[in-house]
Structure formats: structure tokens, C-alpha cells
């Protein structure tokens, strides 16, 4: 894997390279709670409704729990009725990524950030227009910053 990513930064309104993020599980152990460490580095699940960014509705930017990376802005947010903060759209599809996921027994498409690989939530095909996507995160994987 490339040990460097070009990644938007919303606050330069540009994309800029930035060296991947490798950690160890101990280091990210120590970084993140214990919550942040299963759901975003070990591909857990926040209950719906009791996480933090569900409800939120200050506008702002949602970035990475584990590196950083601009991931989200409240623009794009709206009220899915599941429970987990949903977005039509990453703020920008370089800092994101998709893999398909199985590990349930149906076929999903998981969304993890570009720069250090943290599982963030789920991205389904009914979300509202434009785009018609819905990305299910996890608060967890996420850090908002107030505008």
C-alpha cells in the first residue's frame, strides 16, 4: 500500500499529500477510547439512537476519530431515521474509501477513511438527491469541529 495519499483539506480548499497513518493496535489502543478502538479500528457498531452525533445539528465538519481527515460536513446531513448520523456525501471522495463488506452474511458496501483505514459506517443507495446515497457512519469514528 502507497505509504503516501493525496487528501482535501476544507480549510486550504485543497487536496494536499499526506503520509498514510500506520499504528499499532497497542498505539491505537492508546489513542482512542475503548468504544472509538472497536468500532473504528476492530469494525464494531455503536448502538443506534445513543451515540453522540445522531442528533447533532450545528453546522461544522465531522473528521476522522483516528487521523483527522475532513470526512463529512453538516451540509450534508440529514435525518435518515436509523438512528446513526447520515450523510448524502464524503466531503470529498479522496478521503474515503469502499470495500465490499460480507462479514454479516448479506453484501454491504463499508466506507473507511483513505489515510489510516478506520472502519467509519456503511454507504447504502437510498439516501435523498442528488447523490441518492446514504452514508451510515458511526459517531465514534467521528470528531466533530464546530464551525
Known amino acids: 500500500m502507497e505509504d503516501e495519499v493525496s487528501i482535501y483539506v476544507s480549510s486550504r480548499?485543497?487536496?494536499?499529500?499526506?503520509?498514510r497513518c500506520h499504528l499499532t493496535d497497542e498505539e491505537w489502543?492508546?489513542?482512542?477510547?475503548?468504544?472509538?478502538?472497536?468500532?473504528?479500528?476492530?469494525?464494531?457498531?455503536?448502538p443506534?439512537?445513543?451515540n453522540e452525533y445522531f442528533a447533532n445539528k450545528k453546522p461544522g465538519i465531522y473528521r476522522c476519530?483516528?487521523?483527522?481527515?475532513?470526512l463529512f460536513s453538516s451540509e450534508d446531513k440529514f435525518d435518515s431515521g436509523t438512528g446513526w448520523p447520515s450523510f448524502s456525501r464524503p466531503i470529498a471522495s479522496a478521503n474515503v474509501y469502499e470495500k465490499t463488506d460480507r462479514s454479516i452474511g448479506i453484501v454491504r458496501e463499508e466506507v473507511?477513511?483513505?489515510?489510516?483505514?478506520?472502519?467509519?459506517?456503511?454507504?447504502?443507495?437510498?439516501?435523498?438527491?442528488?447523490?441518492?446515497?446514504?452514508?451510515c457512519m458511526n459517531s465514534a469514528s467521528l470528531r466533530f469541529v464546530e464551525e
Open 29 to 46: 489502543q492508546r489513542r482512542l477510547t475503548p468504544e472509538q478502538f472497536l468500532v473504528a479500528r476492530r469494525k464494531g457498531t455503536e
Open 13 to 19: 480548499g485543497q487536496t494536499v499529500p499526506m503520509r
Open 112 to 135: 473507511l477513511c483513505r489515510r489510516c483505514d478506520a472502519h467509519l459506517g456503511h454507504v447504502f443507495s437510498d439516501g435523498p438527491l442528488p447523490t441518492g446515497r446514504r452514508y
Open 65 to 70: 476519530a483516528c487521523c483527522g481527515t475532513d
Open 48 to 50: 443506534a439512537f445513543r
